[in-house]
């Protein structure tokens, strides 16, 4: 059974950071791409950033480039979402989703392409 569990979430000031991780079971992680996204209350689900198979590609949306990092242990079968420098507009629940499909630049960034979720972490960054 597919299963996706993100952590790390929680309160932080404006400034502060955040490591979430994702723990992935039930398939071989290395042959999935991994991705995050955020949804903020009242708004559409948002692309965050993205690494291939073996994380020698990665992709930020243009609001977290430069703050945050996204890595993977294939390993420990986690990814991971190094958050810097956060922003109260960084408020959301965070989610890890998986991918057989091969994708580059935006094409990473279509929500559809992605077969499995977590159920999502939250972030609260205050002022």
């Known amino acids: 059974q597919v299963q996706l569990v993100e952590s790390g979430g929680g309160l932080v000031q404006a400034g502060g950071s955040l490591r979430l991780s994702c723990a992935v079971s039930?398939?071989?992680?290395?042959?999935?791409?991994m991705g995050w996204f955020r949804q903020a209350p009242g708004k559409e689900r948002e692309f965050v950033a993205m690494?291939?198979?073996?994380?020698?590609?990665?992709y930020y949306s243009d609001s977290v480039k430069g703050r945050f990092t996204i890595s993977r242990d294939n390993a420990k079968n986690t990814v991971y979402l190094q958050m810097n420098s956060l922003k109260p507009e960084d408020t959301a629940v965070y989610s890890c989703?998986?991918?057989?499909?091969?994708?580059?630049?935006?094409?990473?960034?279509?929500?559809?392409?992605?077969?499995?979720w977590g159920p999502g972490t939250q972030v609260t960054v205050s002022s």
């Open positions: 039930g398939y071989t992680f290395s042959s999935y791409a």
């Open positions: 989703a998986s991918t057989t499909r091969y994708c580059s630049g935006r094409g990473c960034y279509d929500a559809r392409i992605y077969n499995d």
């Open positions: 690494i291939t198979r073996s994380g020698g590609s990665t």
